[in-house]
Each structure stands twice: as C-alpha cells, then as structure tokens.
C-alpha cells in the first residue's frame, strides 16, 4: 500500500506525536508498504531549526526507509496564539501543495493535535480522491481552551463545527483513547468509522539498565533518588505543582526532581525554581531521542503530569508506556480517567490527585522509603509493557487503514473496527 502522511511533528523532535508516527511508520515499511511523510524542518517546540537543517521550500530525504518530504513553513514557538496559527496555517498550505504534487496515494492519514495538519490531509485526500483517515491525537480545539490558550468565542466555535465536519468527511478516525471514541460518539459520529489505538512503547528500545553513570555525574544524580519527569513542558502539563511538592520535600537531602525536555513553559519553570532556591530540581535540556533510555536510566519513579481539567481525563501519555519498558514504577498526577485506569489494572505505580502538592510529595516519600514496594511496582510495571507494544499498534492502525483504503464497510459503519486486543501480532525484529 502506498500511504502519504501528513504530520508537522516528525523526528528528529520528540514529542509524542513525531515519536508515535516514526515509530509506526517504521513497522509499515518493514512489512512492504510504501511510506511518504509529509512535515516541516524540525524546531519544536522552542521555533528554532535544529542543527544540520534548514527551512526550504522542499527538501526530501530517507529515514528508515521511509521517504521524508519537509516543507516550508512559518516558524514559531510553541506558546502563544497568533505566531501558533500562523505556524499551523503555513504548514495547512505548504503541506496541501506538497501533497499534491506526490504520486497518487492509496490513502491519506494526517495526525492532530497540529489541527490544520488534519485539514490539509482532507484537502489532498479530496482532491485526489482517496481515503482520508484522521489519527486523532487530540480533542482540539477543546484542549487549547482547557488551558487558557484561548477564550470561549465565535472562532473556537467554529473550528468546533470544523473539527465535526473533518471527523464526518473522513474515511475512518484512529483515536488514541476509549475515551476520545466515546466523545466523538456523543457528538454524533458513526462508532463504526472509530478505531482505538493507543499510544504505547517499543520494547526493544527500552529495557531496566544501571544508572548511566556519566550522565548521573554530569548532572549530580550519583547517589540521589530521582524522580524524573521527561517530556514537553507545555501548558497542558501543570509543572508547577511538582516545584510546589519539591518545595515541601526540601529537607530530604537525597532527593531530586529531574526535568527533562522543552516546552512552552520550561523558561518559567527555571525561573520559578530559581526565585524558589529549590536545590533539589535539576533541569536537562532536550535530548535525542536514541538518549532516552540513558536518560530514564537516572530516574528511580517516573513522573507523570496533567493539569486538572475534564478534557485530560481522556489523555494517555506517552511517557507512561515508555516508563512500563524501563520497568520503572510509576506516579500519576493527573484526573482520574483512562490513564488511571491502565495504572491500575496493571499496577504499575501510584495516581494522585493533579495540582495537589501534598498529595505528591507524600507519594514520592512513599515509593522513596520504601524500597520493597518500589521492587515490586517496578516488577509489575516491567511486566505490563507487553501488552502495550507500538508492533502491535502499527498492525492496528494498518488494519483500519485498509479498510478505509478498501472501503470496507467504513463509510456505513458495516464493519466496526475491532478492539486491538483482537488484532493479531506477529514477531518482528527491530
């Protein structure tokens, strides 16, 4: 099959949607199928070009096998409201050209939260005439709003109306959550067009492993309990509160909180714990993505943070099923909802409450002094990381993708998508 997808987050960024489209892709083109992706020069999300790239009008280059087309478009960085759109809406038109001028895919697929990514891959599916297949990484607009990125108005109204008749035009809609499907339900969307596929881990890139000790020298961690959140520093995130329970926590001397990453909200962050004097949170930038096991080597409880809004009761990060393939144990500060649910079935870690600094700085003295239970959550966590392997995902998604190629039964919801534990998944070495 050839697919041609359009995303404006691609490796070498990080954030979970580059990291999830890569990584699916990647099975896709080891199991024959073509794979052309259609993005921008990396520079998330701090708007600035990575090094050894450059905005062109059209670049194309191979990664993995999968043939990379990378665009020009308005850069800025990932905070903000007016430079944003004007991010996304020069990726809309550069993109939708782009598209156009490929040979004729079987299929389109665009991911979100990037919105206007959604809407030039309905663009080019409808002028060429193919499936579109919208992943839905995102409930946007309605997460730029819970954040405060924008006001209720007119305008979000209408990308409201927008985003519904995007779901309806669309071949199939691959969402990451049970509870995105059951929001899309509610609004009048065919369950039958609706897969769920969930975001997940590929096991062979993670695995328990010895502190590395040059990173742990490098930034002070030899001998310290970490707890260490990695990943965008954005809005959605409400790191504020771990700087709050790190303040409590600041008469235990062998405790650190390690962040890492980019984002919206990592200069304030800095700022924050620095006016604080808080001694016990260390900042690392950004790093590539084949560090990451390096750097969740450091760590001794994975942090995972969401700002208390209904709309993030529905999210499940990323992070959590890379933490599951360290075998590390897991904090969950975030609403209670799928997230927490996935936590406790396969009890890998504790959840709190979101922006209840008491609650987490009780949580982490909790795993900190108790060494017997952190073995046991790290034994369980480790053991559940099967069962949410990115290989079996990308056969899910290839699966919706050629019944809406086919045209399957998808448009009148003739043939519901299965669930993904009833997809079948083969061995495939990395």
């Known amino acids: 099959m050839n697919i041609l997808f359009l995303t404006e987050n691609f490796p070498p960024e990080t954030n979970a949607a580059a990291t999830r489209v890569y990584e699916r892709a990647c099975y896709w083109v080891r199991w024959g199928h073509k794979v052309t992706v259609i993005t921008c020069a990396p520079n998330?999300?701090?708007?600035?070009?990575?090094?050894?790239?450059?905005?062109?009008?059209?670049?194309?280059?191979?990664?993995?096998?999968?043939?990379?087309?990378?665009?020009?478009?308005?850069?800025?960085?990932?905070?903000?409201?007016?430079?944003?759109?004007?991010?996304?809406?020069?990726?809309?038109?550069?993109?939708?050209?782009?598209?156009l001028a490929e040979e004729r895919p079987d299929v389109v697929i665009a991911t979100s939260p990037q919105f206007f990514a959604a809407v030039a891959g309905h663009a080019v599916g409808a002028f060429r005439r193919v499936p579109f297949v919208f992943e839905l990484g995102d409930l946007w607009p309605a997460s730029i709003a819970a954040v405060g990125a924008v006001r209720e108005n007119r305008a979000l109204r209408l990308l409201e109306k927008l985003e519904l008749y995007l779901y309806r035009r669309s071949e199939a809609v691959v969402a990451l959550t049970h509870h995105f499907k059951e929001n899309l339900t509610a609004r009048g969307i065919d369950p039958g067009k609706i897969a769920v596929v969930m975001n997940g881990v590929d096991s062979w890139r993670y695995?328990?492993?010895?502190?590395?000790?040059?990173?742990?020298?490098?930034?002070?961690?030899?001998?310290r309990f970490v707890v260490g959140y990695v990943g965008t520093h954005g809005m959605a995130h409400g790191l504020t509160n771990v700087l709050d329970a790190a303040e409590r926590l600041q008469a235990e001397p062998g405790l650190r909180f390690l962040f890492v990453g980019a984002g919206a909200e990592r200069a304030a962050l800095m700022e924050n714990a620095a006016r604080r004097r808080l001694g016990n949170v260390v900042f690392m930038p950004r790093q590539p993505k084949e560090a990451m096991p390096a750097v969740w080597s450091l760590c001794d409880v994975a942090l995972v943070h969401l700002r208390n809004a209904p709309v993030f009761e529905g999210v499940v990060p990323s992070k959590l099923f890379e933490a599951m393939g360290m075998g590390l144990p897991i904090v969950?500060?975030?609403?209670?909802?799928?997230?927490?649910?996935?936590?406790?079935?396969?009890?890998?870690?504790?959840?709190?409450?979101?922006?209840?600094?008491?609650?987490?700085?009780?949580?982490?003295?909790?795993?900190?002094?108790?060494?017997?239970?952190?073995?046991?959550i790290a034994e369980r966590s480790l053991a559940s990381a099967p069962r949410h392997t990115r290989e079996a995902q990308a056969r899910q998604m290839m699966l919706a993708i050629e019944m809406a190629a086919h045209r399957r039964g998808a448009e009148a919801g003739l043939i519901p998508f299965p669930a993904a534990s009833e997809t079948p998944s083969a061995k495939i070495s990395p």
Request: a positive charge; glycine letters at 10%.
């Open 44 to 99: 998330f999300p701090e708007g600035r070009l990575f090094p050894g790239y450059a905005n062109r009008w059209r670049h194309v280059d191979d990664m993995s096998g999968i043939r990379v087309v990378r665009v020009k478009t308005f850069i800025a960085p990932n905070r903000g409201v007016i430079l944003r759109t004007l991010d996304f809406l020069s990726f809309f038109a550069s993109g939708s050209l782009a598209g």
């Open 332 to 376: 969950l500060a975030a609403p209670a909802g799928e997230a927490s649910r996935i936590l406790a079935a396969d009890q890998a870690g504790v959840w709190v409450p979101p922006e209840d600094p008491e609650a987490l700085a009780n949580a982490v003295t909790g795993l900190m002094k108790d060494a017997e239970c952190r073995r046991k």
């Open 207 to 223: 695995g328990p492993r010895p502190r590395d000790a040059v990173l742990a020298k490098e930034w002070g961690l030899e001998g």
